[in-house]
């Protein structure tokens, strides 16, 4: 059964940090491309990031580019997302996907992340 575990986001103030993990049970992770979407309240899902499958390239959506960065650690089947210089509209629903482009098929739960002071 295939699961992507994502842990529990969080509250961060504008300009802080949080650190998101993704934990895949079920399938090959080292064989796939990942990435991470969002969904903010009233809005639809965006594309944030993905990362190869090896992890050596990694794309990024120009409102995070310079503020966020993907990672992977396939020996652990863990993707994580760093998330610097935290603005209020990165608030919103992230959830773990397979696929490069959030086309792989499998979606996690999804955790909530609010920036506000």
């Known amino acids: 059964q295939v699961q992507l575990v994502e842990s529990r986001g969080g509250l961060a103030q504008p300009g802080g940090s949080l650190r998101l993990s993704c934990v895949v049970h079920?399938?090959?992770?080292?064989?796939?491309?990942m990435s991470w979407a969002r969904q903010a309240p009233g809005k639809g899902l965006e594309w944030v990031s993905g990362?190869?499958?090896?992890?050596?390239?990694?794309y990024y959506a120009d409102f995070v580019k310079g503020r966020f960065t993907i990672s992977r650690d396939n020996g652990k089947s863990t993707m994580y997302l760093q998330m610097n210089s935290l603005k209020p509209d990165d608030t919103a629903l992230y959830y773990c996907?397979?696929?490069?482009?959030?086309?792989?098929?499998?979606w996690g739960q999804g955790t909530q992340v609010t920036v506000s002071s």
């Open positions: 990362i190869t499958s090896n992890g050596g390239d990694s």
């Open positions: 079920g399938f090959t992770f080292s064989a796939y491309g």
């Open positions: 996907v397979s696929g490069l482009y959030n086309d792989g098929g499998y």
